[in-house]
């Protein structure tokens, strides 16, 4: 990808500073400085005006193709534009998102209104300026509104407990990407039809069996911000992504999913169609090997989790713990509330997050990118330091302590940006190799005096509580779970079970980190919307630990039998 880099940026704030443009050819940009300054102007003139506003336009291509049980049941490319503005009524002190995280009205359990903009790129874009209008008068009405609201709350209620503003000075950054050339989706069918059939038909011989699935998606962003800070920053971003489902179940009724998921910087870094059609028929085993599975039984005391199960676990149920945003809200449980200089993890994990990393221990990251959807430059944030809290992920909407963002405000969408993470990095300075966890493992079970404990192969979802008002717990769903006994039988798959707790207590009772480390690409849903994260951790060993019986589905099998 070519990239023209205007390293230009002021150490700006919210208050006079000078000019700074990129000055590309682009239409869709100079439209949108246009429009912004000629909106904030105008918009002086009223009871309520704004101090600050900001144009975030986002276009997004994508290509999506399902194969199930070896045919092709969908295909679709999509082309889509769509405008969210930001617009802050008030002073930096105290302004319409001094309570909320949305700058817009939400409709129900879709989310925020969305305005979707004409897709040409040349002038003279009088469909977009329409758009801009449209969206920019609702989101104007809606932060009067809003702004009004906190002034009457703040009225009602007892001084917030963290005293810092609502909105925090940023540089006003100048960069700008050329525009990719236009990538031809339509090969991409042709590409991998019979890849993706070749995969789900390896499902279809096994009536326990009841998906069996393969799919592609690969996606182009580009997005525009500009800010009446002057601020300008055009990217570009991608993701490919390709899976493979399936789903067994058990003669008591229990559904048994299974998922993979590859990543790449482009559809030619998948694995081969050998490795993939490999990795499908060990699916299928895994399938049919958990519906036979015995139940597993609740249990007390240490665990064992793959590198991959410990990302899964770091990204779930520890990380939205830095989100600064979180630290702020008076309903969150903040449980590192003041903890920073304090130990949460043992002397020998450190962790960081870094959104310019695309590489970590070989493997591919998603979640990088150079400007958050603020217009903030994207930092590597050393969270945890040898055990101890050293930072949070910030936005520009600072707390106590953290007065300025850096670069962790993110968003999808037309939603307003929160502060999330995007690289996860978890380190150790213990180098265990996989046998000698094993054997640590072990011999943490005889001390214990236990007949057996659990390895967590590969976790899958987790659900959590972050709430003030209840308890802060999560569970975390496994996808693969091995009962290992003490005394050195083989170890024996289970299926039915969660591993639960609270973050605290399974963070202060990990004894050992292993130097093999695993992956956990995905998504996290957040106020935000959904954001594409990694996370990268070793194996670890938890002493104390705690799981229960999974939910046993009770409707009754389908009454005729799969094709």
């Known amino acids: 990808m070519l990239a023209l880099a205007f390293a230009c940026f002021t150490c700006s704030g919210l208050y006079a500073q000078q000019p700074v443009r990129c000055t590309p050819n682009d239409p869709v940009l100079a439209v949108l400085q246009e429009e912004l300054a000629r909106d904030m102007a105008a918009l002086q003139k009223e009871e309520y005006p704004p101090y600050y506003m900001n144009f975030r336009l986002v276009d997004e291509t994508g290509f999506t193709m399902r194969s199930i049980f070896g045919t092709v049941m969908g295909c679709k490319e999509e082309h889509k534009r769509y405008f969210a503005p930001q617009i802050r009524i008030g002073t930096p002190e105290f302004d319409n998102f001094k309570m909320m995280d949305q700058g817009s009205a939400i409709m129900g359990m879709t989310g925020p209104v969305a305005e979707y903009s004409p897709l040409d790129y040349d002038l003279p874009l009088d469909g977009l300026r329409v758009s801009l209008w449209e969206e920019v008068c609702a989101r104007y009405k809606n932060a009067v509104a809003v702004y009004n609201q906190?002034?009457?709350?703040?009225?009602?209620?007892?001084?917030?407990?963290?005293?810092?503003?609502?909105?925090?000075?940023?540089?006003?950054?100048?960069?700008?990407?050329?525009?990719?050339?236009?990538?031809?989706?339509?090969?991409?069918?042709?590409?991998?039809?019979?890849?993706?059939?070749?995969?789900?038909?390896?499902?279809?011989?096994?009536?326990?069996?009841?998906?069996?699935?393969?799919?592609?998606?690969?996606?182009?962003?580009?997005?525009?911000?500009?800010?009446?800070?002057?601020?300008?920053?055009?990217?570009?971003?991608?993701?490919?992504?390709?899976?493979?489902?399936?789903?067994?179940?058990?003669?008591?009724?229990?559904?048994?999913?299974?998922?993979?998921?590859?990543?790449?910087?482009?559809?030619?870094?998948?694995?081969?169609?050998?490795?993939?059609?490999?990795?499908?028929?060990?699916m299928v085993a895994d399938l049919i090997a958990s519906a036979k599975a015995p139940l597993a039984d609740p249990f007390n005391g240490p665990v064992l989790l793959s590198g991959a199960s410990s990302a899964a676990f770091f990204q779930e149920v520890v990380t939205p713990k830095f989100e600064g945003h979180r630290i702020k809200r008076e309903t969150d449980g903040k449980v590192f509330k003041g903890m920073v200089g304090h130990s949460i993890l043992p002397a020998s994990i450190s962790i960081s997050d870094d959104p310019q990393a695309k590489e970590f221990m070989g493997f591919h990251l998603t979640a990088s990118y150079l400007y958050d959807e603020q217009g903030v430059k994207a930092q590597k944030v050393k969270l945890v330091e040898n055990g101890k809290l050293n930072d949070f992920l910030m936005s520009r909407k600072p707390i106590d302590g953290h007065p300025a963002s850096n670069g962790h405000g993110r968003a999808s969408f037309v939603c307003e940006p929160v502060s999330s993470q995007s690289n996860l990095l978890v380190t150790t300075t213990e180098k265990y190799s996989e046998q000698e966890m094993r054997e640590l493992y072990l011999a943490e079970l005889r001390a214990e005096g236990l007949e057996y404990g659990y390895y967590f192969k590969r976790i899958i979802q987790a659900?959590?509580?972050?709430?003030?008002?209840?308890?802060?717990?999560?569970?975390?769903?496994?996808?693969?779970?091995?009962?290992?006994?003490?005394?050195?039988?083989?170890?024996?798959?289970?299926?039915?079970?969660?591993?639960?707790?609270?973050?605290?207590?399974?963070?202060?009772?990990?004894?050992?980190?292993?130097?093999?480390?695993?992956?956990?690409?995905?998504?996290?849903?957040?106020?935000?919307?959904?954001?594409?994260?990694?996370?990268?951790?070793?194996?670890?060993?938890?002493?104390?630990?705690?799981?229960?019986?999974?939910?046993?589905?009770?409707?009754?099998?389908?009454?005729?039998?799969?094709?």
């Open 463 to 563: 659900v959590q509580n972050d709430s003030g008002r209840g308890v802060n717990s999560f569970i975390l769903v496994p996808q693969q779970v091995y009962r290992v006994y003490a005394d050195g039988r083989p170890d024996e798959l289970v299926r039915g079970i969660h591993l639960i707790g609270t973050p605290l207590v399974i963070m202060s009772n990990i004894a050992y980190a292993g130097g093999d480390y695993g992956l956990f690409n995905g998504y996290r849903m957040t106020e935000a919307g959904y954001l594409q994260v990694s996370t990268v951790a070793p194996s670890i060993i938890v002493r104390k630990t705690e799981t229960q019986r999974r939910a046993r589905e009770t409707d009754l099998p389908p009454i005729l039998p799969r094709p």
């Open 150 to 282: 906190m002034k009457q709350m703040s009225g009602m209620m007892s001084e917030s407990e963290d005293k810092a503003p609502c909105f925090s000075p940023a540089p006003a950054e100048c960069y700008y990407e050329r525009r990719p050339m236009q990538e031809e989706f339509a090969g991409m069918r042709k590409a991998w039809e019979d890849k993706l059939n070749v995969i789900s038909a390896v499902f279809k011989g096994h009536p326990e069996i009841i998906e069996g699935k393969a799919s592609i998606y690969c996606n182009r962003v580009r997005t525009w911000f500009v800010s009446t800070e002057n601020a300008s920053v055009v990217q570009n971003t991608s993701y490919n992504e390709l899976v493979i489902e399936g789903m067994s179940r058990a003669e008591d009724g229990m559904y048994m999913p299974f998922y993979i998921r590859y990543t790449a910087a482009s559809p030619d870094g998948f694995p081969s169609a050998d490795k993939l059609l490999a990795d499908a028929k060990q």
